[in-house]
Nanobody
Framework: QVQLVESGGGLVQAGGSLRLSCAAS????????MAWFRQASGKEREFVSA????????YYADSVKGRFTISRDNAKNTVYLQMNSLKPEDTAVYYC?????????????????WGQGTQVTVSS
C-alpha cells in the first residue's frame, strides 16, 4: 500500500523559503509521477509541480515557475519541493500525490495516492 507523508510546512514571511518533503513508502516508485498540489481555503485543489521518478523530468505551474523547485532522492524515497520567494498567495495546504504513469498530469483525478497535507502560511 502506497503511503505518502508530507512535512516541512510552517509560517514564513513573504520573500522567505521553505522546503517540503514527501516520504513515500509501500512500493518502488520507478514508473511513477510524483506531484505537489495545493489547496487554499475556499478554493479548489490546484497543481503546483511534478516529477517523473525514473527520469527526473519536471513540470511547473506558471504561478510557481522560477520560484519553486521539485526534486527527488531515490535512496530516501523522498520528493522535495523547495519554495523560494514565497508570496502570501502561496498560502495553502500542500499535498503530495503519486500516480503510476509515464505522463505528467496536472489534474487531481489522475492521481490515485495522496498524503494528508502540510500547511504553508506566508505572511505579508
Amino acid at each position: 500500500q502506497v503511503q505518502l507523508v508530507e512535512s516541512g510546512g510552517g509560517l514564513v514571511q513573504a520573500g522567505g523559503s521553505l522546503r517540503l518533503s514527501c516520504a513515500a513508502s509501500g512500493r518502488t516508485f520507478s514508473g511513477y509521477v510524483m506531484a505537489w498540489f495545493r489547496q487554499a481555503s475556499g478554493k479548489e485543489r490546484e497543481f503546483v509541480s511534478a516529477i517523473t521518478w525514473s527520469v527526473g523530468s519536471t513540470y511547473y505551474a506558471d504561478s510557481v515557475k522560477g520560484r519553486f523547485t521539485i526534486s527527488r532522492d531515490n535512496a530516501k524515497n523522498t520528493v522535495y519541493l523547495q519554495m523560494n520567494s514565497l508570496k502570501p498567495e502561496d498560502t495553502a495546504v500542500y499535498y503530495c500525490a503519486a500516480d503510476r504513469t509515464a505522463i505528467i498530469h496536472t489534474t487531481t483525478k489522475n492521481y490515485n495516492h495522496w498524503g494528508q497535507g502540510t500547511q504553508v502560511t506566508v505572511s505579508s
